[in-house]
Every structure is written in structure tokens, then in C-alpha cells.
């Protein structure tokens, strides 16, 4: 069998080589054995080719000297398909694992592993814009005051400072690149308006924003030879080690979905930008890859969780009356629509927004969503209409073609008649806890985008920050991801190379296709998840039901990760597993908050408390937090399970076992 040759050299910053050749050189090699050493001639010549420039990063503690290790480790045989190496992992490709990739590309190779195919994401779905204040008439304070208003001042004002100050050269950035936006007769880029924003500064194209701009990325990122694309492959797990007492990452565990096979990306720096968990919810705007993956995973790994319980609901998506959903999530109707005049009405056409709020249609999402539910509730009706007919056709038609043709196909003409519209989930302001650096609690693992809480959004988002955030943190990371690359040579090349060695895809960790019962069990499951997030921790929220909510999810985590441990690897399974987390932690984040503010409100606390304006910070395990007390026979996964499931095989009952299980349960309290 073949083997693979790790060599463990200093790091000679540098732009057009290899990081990671100068650290993890793999070979293949037609021996058993091979030797690892330090190839110093091969330092050399990197240094006098491209200059050993060390980067300096003031906000980071991984600002190191290059100097020359003196590790040698033991060779070990490790298959060449199971392991891939890289300088910098990242794990999605909207915009801001695109904007990121790009960047770090200029220091070494970069592995982009995606769910799906390279645009399907939360990205390509955007269509109101990404806001910049370019117009003179606007500052950077008045955007910075909409946000934070927005957020209900739970903002981190550095953050905001951060995206309001620096968003602007970000987005023209993204004009440098090619991304065609849409123009004033002057050439000059148009700017249209949004909920909560007290300026016109939302810079789009038409009404496929998002696509426009994964497009330009994509292209840039595909003609760039230092990266390299893994399309429809899902990360399961992220790799990590205990490095001078300290866990740091070191890459993930990914499953090529369409060969079947298991792959350890193995990296010094990995980037989560998974994006959100919208398909927690039963009716959501995200498409069906947003399944809480990045969140699930980092949670696993011990990263620290902050603000879940603010998940925003878009007031406007398309009710289509029960008909069926493309890729699992409901068309937006764009705030931009609201912004160029649309106003909302009940089914007798009455304007209701002026009983609830001075702003009006403008008023910030979470208002919005609020009074049209409250509406609906009251009158007993499944929605409510939003109508632009007495705009101009020309100019509807000119904003808005990509709105005007999805309605079309549902037989609306939305120059002639009024848009049915409802709330749906769209976005989670929580995420995995980062520093202005997109840095997390773990080394070498960084966020940006959806995925992460960076404080910019608080507790709740203002309209086309989204985007912006994504851009803005993408560019932030890149300097602090180098020099952690370089901190990773001194003191993680002994752990790096025993991430690669010790790869193992054989057992549970083996992909696996999964039973007809099993599968039905799971999409039986995942119904009765997304029905209990909606009905216990939606837009209008209590005590009690979120109690009982929580009670139930921590359960169903618990027969979930039964499964798991009797199952192979597989897409369902994994997307369920981490559904189900996400909902644990929206629902226990949700239950810590007394009092109402943005996005959360819980009639049990229907007033801002001071003493709440910080972050809902969850660091420890379900276990630790108590949550998980009801325990899952091996023999079944329920005291009455779903007809069809087949159960797990009873562990047998012989002293060896036992005493395996006892050194099982042992370990398992120490990780705790």
C-alpha cells in the first residue's frame, strides 16, 4: 500500500508557494515506510525565490518569528485517498468563504468543500442588496445608528464600527471584480432603500443581488490556480487536538456525497462559512443545504455559541398556499420591494402598519413580521397582501424582473394586482462566537458569514448587512488565519502529522446507506422537529412552551446520537443530528433571555430589561447544562417508537463488554 511522506519544515512567508508544502509535504510513494525529516534546502530555495517576509498581525497572538523547528517525527503509513492536505480549509462558498478564499490564496492553497454544487447557498438567493455608505449624503455614523437601533443596541459597537467603516471599500471591491450591479444614467451606482435604514445606500443589481455577486466570485475563484473546488461534499465533524493544553483545529472529516467515500481535509487554519440552520423552521427562505452544519459542528468541537435565540423571520415570503417549495425554501419577496413603495394590506385591503408603527412598512424586520402575524391571528387569515400596483410598471419591472417572473408562474402580475405574502424563517443573528478577526475560542478555527456571531447584528439584522458582514469579516480573518499558519509550524506540526496518520473511516465512521425504516424514521423525525421549533420558539415565543420544547429536543438529540453511533455516515442522518442541535441551542439560548428585545419576544417578559443587554453565551455541553436527563434504552430508540423503525442491536451483556462500556463511559466524562 502506498504511504504518505509528511515533512515538517518552518514557515517562509510567502505568496505564490505552498504554506503547507513547507510543512506537510505529501508524497506518495511506492514503499511501506517513509521518512520524515526537515528539508531545509528546500526552505532555502523558497526564501531566495519569494523572500522569507514575515507577516505581522497586531491584533493576533499568532505573530511568530520563522523560526526552524527541530521535530522529527515517526513515520507512519497513512492511505493516500483518505487524507488531502491544505493551508487553508474552508468550509462553504458563499460570499464570505469566496471573499476569504480569494485572499488567502495569495499565500498558499486553499480547499473549498461545499454541500452542494459551488452556487448553491444563501448567497445566490439574496436579493435586496449589500448596503455601503457611498452616497454624500450619508455617514458612516448615520449607518452605524441604524444598526445598532436594529439591534436593539445588543450590537458589540466595535463590530459595527468595524463593517459600517470598512463596508464601503469591501463592496467596490466587489465592482473591481465584476460584479455589475445596477447604475444611475451617470454611470454612477444606484442606490435603493430598506427597512430601518435612515439613507438610501443599499447597492444591488436589479433583484438578484446575491446571484450577481456569487457569480463574479465563483469566476475569480475557479481562474485562480491556488484554489481547488470540492463540490457536494459535506463536512461531518471537524478535526481537533490538544496542543500545549489547548484544542486547536486541525482541518475536518468530509463525505464525498457522491462517491461515498470519507476524506480528512487535514489544514492549519479552517473557516467555517456554512452559513445559518434556517431548515430548523418548517417554512424558510433558505435553500435545503442550510441545515445548521457549520453551528452543529463547531458546537461539537466546544466552540462558544452566542445570541441562538435571535432567529429572524422575514415578513414577506410568497405564500404559495400549500403548494410545493423549490429546494426546500419559499420565495422572498424583497425588502427593497417595501423600500421603493410597496405597502402591506389585510385581505380587505386595509393598511394596518400605521396601528403599529410610525416607520411604517420601513419599520425593522422583526416589527414587521410581528403585526403581520398579529393580524393574521386576530382576523383568522393565512396571510396578508403587499402591493406596489400603483408604482410605475416600468420602474417595477426595471427593480424588480426576478420578483415579477417567480409571481408570474403563480399567475400574479405584480404591476396589476397585490403579492400574498407571509413571514418566513430567513436569518440567525447567532452563531459561533468570534473576535473582530473572525477568530473563535479554538485556534485555528475561524467564522464568517451566517455561520458566526460577530456582534455586528445584535439582536436583530438590519437589512443588507448581511451580505456586508460577510464581505467585511472575510477580509478581517485574512491576516489573522496567516499568522496563526505560521504559529501552527512551532507548535502544531506534531499535531497536524498525527491528524493525518490517524485517520480512520472504518466502522461507524464508514459512509453507510441507510435502512427504509431508518430513512423514514429520520424524515419522520425532522418533521416533528421543524413543527416544534415553529409552534414553541417562533416569531411570538412563552415560557412554557419553550420548556416543553426543550424538553422534548433534548430527547430527541439524545435518540438522534443513539443512531448515529449504530449507523454509518451519511447526509440525512448528519443534516438531522445537526438540526437538532441548532434547535437545542435556539430554544435554551431563548429560555435564559427574560425579557423581550428584537427578534426575541416572550409574552411572559414584554419589556427591554437593562440588566439583559448582553450576550446569551453558551460554552458547555447539553450534559453539563443538565438538559439531557432522560436516558435512551440501548434496545430502543423510543418507549413507542414509529412503525417501520428498526431499533439498534442490543449491546451484549458479556463481561468484556461491560467493561468496554464502563472505559467508554469514563472517557466520555472526561471530555465533558
Known sequence: MSSLRLNCPSLAQHRQTSLAHTYVSVHASSTSRSSVGIRQSHLSKVASRVGARCIRCQASPYSLDPAMPTLQYQPLEVPVTSVRTCDFLVLGSGIAGLTYALKVAEFG???????????EGCTTYAQGGVCAVLDPLDSVEKHVQDTMVAGAHLNNPAAVDA???EGPKAVLELVELGAQFT?????????????GHSNRRVVHAADVTGREIERALIHSAKTNPNITFFEHHF?????????????????????????????????????????????VYPNTTNPSVTTGDGMAMAYRAKAS????????????????????????????????LRGEGGVLYNQSMERFMPQYDARLELAP??????????????????????????????????????????????GIDITQQPIPVVPAQHYMCGGVQTGLLGETNIPGLFACGEVACTGLHGANRLASNSLLEGLVFANRAVEASVCHAEYALKQAGS????????????????????SIASSEW?????????????????IVRNTSDMQKGLTRLSSLCMEVKSLVKSSGVNTALTELRNLATVGELIMASALQRKESRGLHYCVDFPFVAQDQCHPTVIKSSMKRRNLGKMKVSPHTMRMQPRPGFVAPVPVSKDKSSRKARELSRLRSVREE
Open 183 to 195: 447604475t444611475n444614467p451617470d454611470g454612477s451606482l444606484h442606490l435603493t432603500n430598506e427597512g
Open 305 to 336: 455559541m452566542a445570541n441562538m435565540e435571535f432567529v429572524q423571520f422575514h415578513p414577506t415570503a410568497f405564500f404559495s398556499g400549500g403548494a410545493p417549495v423549490s429546494r426546500g425554501r419559499t420565495f422572498l419577496i424583497s425588502e427593497a
Open 365 to 410: 424586520r422583526d416589527v414587521v413580521a410581528r403585526s403581520i402575524q398579529d393580524q393574521m391571528m386576530k382576523r383568522g387569515e393565512s396571510h396578508v397582501l403587499l402591493d406596489v400596483s400603483h408604482e410605475s410598471a416600468s420602474k417595477i419591472m426595471k427593480h424588480f424582473p426576478n420578483i415579477a417572473a417567480q409571481c408570474r408562474q403563480s
Open 235 to 279: 463536512a461531518q465533524d471537524l478535526v481537533y487536538d490538544q496542543i500545549n493544553g489547548a484544542s486547536h483545529c486541525l482541518g475536518a472529516d468530509v463525505l464525498d456525497q457522491q462517491a461515498g467515500t470519507m476524506t480528512r481535509f487535514v489544514a492549519p487554519v479552517t473557516l467555517l462559512a456554512t452559513g445559518g440552520g434556517g431548515q
Open 495 to 514: 499535531a497536524l502529522h498525527h491528524a493525518a496518520v490517524s485517520a480512520d473511516f472504518t466502522g461507524s465512521q464508514a459512509p453507510a446507506a441507510l
Open 522 to 538: 429520520i424524515a419522520a423525525t425532522r418533521n416533528e422537529l421543524t413543527s416544534l421549533m415553529w409552534s414553541n420558539a417562533g
Open 109 to 119: 492553497r486553499v480547499a473549498i468543500v461545499t454541500k452542494a454544487q459551488v452556487d
Open 163 to 165: 463593517v459600517c467603516r
